[in-house]
């Protein structure tokens, strides 16, 4: 089955304690990209990346890093989490293609930080 | 100024009736995609349909339909025969021209503030 899988799907941290939330696709997608969702706020990039070792920042990147090693994981890493960043996570994969490159989401990774 | 516009934060439907969700966006690429999105109260956001600016028809899939009006830059959705399941937030989504950066080209989605649907029995 085609998807995008996120790990952890809920997570309560405290400040300052690094976490990564993993995420992995298996269409082959070229294009990866994390938005976090927050009330009022909406759908915000954080960071995306066309392909293997190649990654730039979105719309809200501070505090967040990734990495892009292999085609198929793209995971986000917080290296010393604060409570603003307590939000709804997606990562996202799509082809790289300039019609109907369709975006296909995890499921959300729920992240508390006390 | 917003690229996205959701003019409805809620809407009420009786099952089996359809329900027209609106959608207008602003865009000046001529080169741009549509998207609309279910996020169930689980959380997840599961893709719906999808809609070409160069698309001569009106996408459709399943029960949803596209209405897109180019002319006057809405892209509505049309869920035919509400089910119960339908109940969920529904978020418009654009991609416009992929911007080139340092990073290569960005495919980054804007998304509406979402319409709340609720199905009755």
């Known amino acids: 089955e085609a998807q995008v899988t996120q790990n952890p799907r809920y997570l309560i941290t405290v400040t300052g304690k690094k976490l990564t939330v993993t995420c992995s696709q298996n269409?082959?997608?070229?294009?990866m990209s994390w938005y976090r969702q927050d009330p009022g706020l909406g759908l915000r990039q954080i960071y995306y990346?066309?392909?293997?070792?190649?990654?730039d920042k979105g719309d809200v990147p501070e505090g967040y890093k990734v990495s892009r090693k292999e085609k198929r994981n793209f995971p986000l890493i917080l290296e010393s989490p604060s409570p603003n960043q307590t939000s709804l996570y997606f990562c996202?994969?799509?082809?790289?293609?300039?019609?109907?490159?369709?975006?296909?989401f995890g499921a959300g990774t729920r992240l508390s930080v006390l | 100024a917003q690229k996205i516009t959701q003019t409805q934060p809620g809407m009420f439907v009786q099952e089996k009736e359809a329900v027209t969700l609106d959608c207008t966006y602003d865009?000046?690429?001529?080169?741009?995609?549509l998207f609309w999105y279910k996020q169930p109260s689980s959380g997840e956001m599961i893709f719906l349909i999808y809609?070409?600016?160069?698309?001569?028809q009106n996408a459709t899939e399943g029960r949803y339909s596209l209405n897109f009006q180019k002319a006057r830059k809405s892209a509505n959705l049309v869920i035919s025969a509400s089910q119960l399941g339908d109940s969920a937030m529904y978020f418009c989504?654009?991609?416009?021209?992929?911007?080139?950066?340092?990073?290569?080209?960005?495919?980054?989605?804007?998304f509406g503030k979402g319409t709340l649907l609720t199905v009755n029995p």
């Open positions: 269409m082959n997608h070229e294009y």
């Open positions: 865009t000046s690429d001529p080169s741009y995609g």
């Open positions: 990346s066309m392909n293997v070792e190649v990654t």
């Open positions: 989504a654009m991609r416009d021209q992929p911007t080139l950066n340092s990073g290569g080209s960005n495919y980054k989605l804007t």
């Open positions: 996202a994969s799509s082809l790289f293609a300039t019609t109907k490159n369709i975006q296909y």
């Open positions: 809609q070409g600016s160069y698309d001569q």
